[in-house]
T-cell receptor, first 116, second 118 residues
Framework: ETGVTQTPRHLVMGMTNKKSLKCEQH?????MYWYKQSAKKPLELMFV???????ENNSVPSRFSPECPNSSHLFLHLHTLQPEDSALYLC???????????????FGDGTRLSIL | AQKITQTQPGMFVQEKEAVTLDCTYD???????LFWYKQPSSGEMIFLIY??????QNATEGRYSLNFQKARKSANLVISASQLGDSAMYFC???????????????FGTGTQLKVEL
């Protein structure tokens, strides 16, 4: 399934660089999410957007800056990251934030980020 | 306290055999949903199966079934007739209801790495 597309797949950057992760969903969904997946830890929800409005920011450091210009696109802007930020960053979408319990979130392939 | 507990970091199963992956959860909500996802080495999280807290029957989707025991707060995934392509990480996740503020937020466990052998 290619309903959620993330680019780039891999990213290596220095701590002083600025880069952006991109997510695009082709499912007509209204909610989008950023997750961080570190080794041997549960997925951590970072940000939640509903109809382009940020509805959740789970105590994420300001060096991560999300942007949702429309309901199909979600960005994660990165600057002055730390080595512990190296992880797999996953984007997901769902029909809505409310509604039926059984609506799953659909995930992209993720961006594997390495901080030098 | 962890809301989703997966106690098996790794599991091995022979091809064509059935395997059960354990998941226990903790919530004070009466309304909640439980999901299982598969993550191959490529990274994508693939939705497999869903069980609602009020569903009277165990969910089934092809070779996947859920052994839902509400009183014990467990939602184990059963994969029948294992195939080599089933080798992956498997995550249990929960969506809680009104008491936790609602919204389509998922809480994930730490996952189980399944290896299917010939």
């Amino acid at each position: 399934e290619t309903g959620v597309t993330q680019t780039p797949r891999h990213l290596v950057m220095g701590m002083t660089n600025k880069k952006s992760l991109k997510c695009e969903q082709h499912l007509g969904h209204n909610a989008m999410y950023w997750y961080k997946q570190s080794a041997k830890k549960p997925l951590e929800l970072m940000f939640v957007y509903s109809l382009e409005e940020r509805v959740e920011n789970n105590s994420v450091p300001s060096r991560f800056s999300p942007e949702c210009p429309n309901s199909s696109h979600l960005f994660l802007h990165l600057h002055t990251l730390q080595p512990e930020d190296s992880a797999l960053y996953l984007c997901a979408s769902s029909q809505s934030l409310q509604g039926a319990f059984n609506q799953p979130q659909h995930f992209g392939d993720g961006t594997r980020l390495s901080i030098l | 306290a962890q809301k989703i507990t997966q106690t098996q970091p790794g599991m091995f199963v022979q091809e064509k055999e059935a395997v059960t992956l354990d998941c226990t959860y903790d919530t004070s909500d009466q309304s909640y949903g439980l999901f299982w996802y598969k993550q191959p080495s490529s990274g994508e999280m693939i939705f497999l199966i869903y069980q609602g807290s009020y569903d009277e029957q165990n969910a089934t989707e092809g070779r996947y079934s859920l052994n839902f025991q509400k009183a014990r707060k467990s939602a184990n995934l059963v994969i029948s007739a294992s195939q080599l392509g089933d080798s992956a990480m498997y995550f249990c996740a929960m969506r809680e209801g009104i008491l936790t503020g609602g919204g389509n937020k998922l809480t994930f466990g730490t996952g189980t790495q399944l290896k299917v052998e010939l």
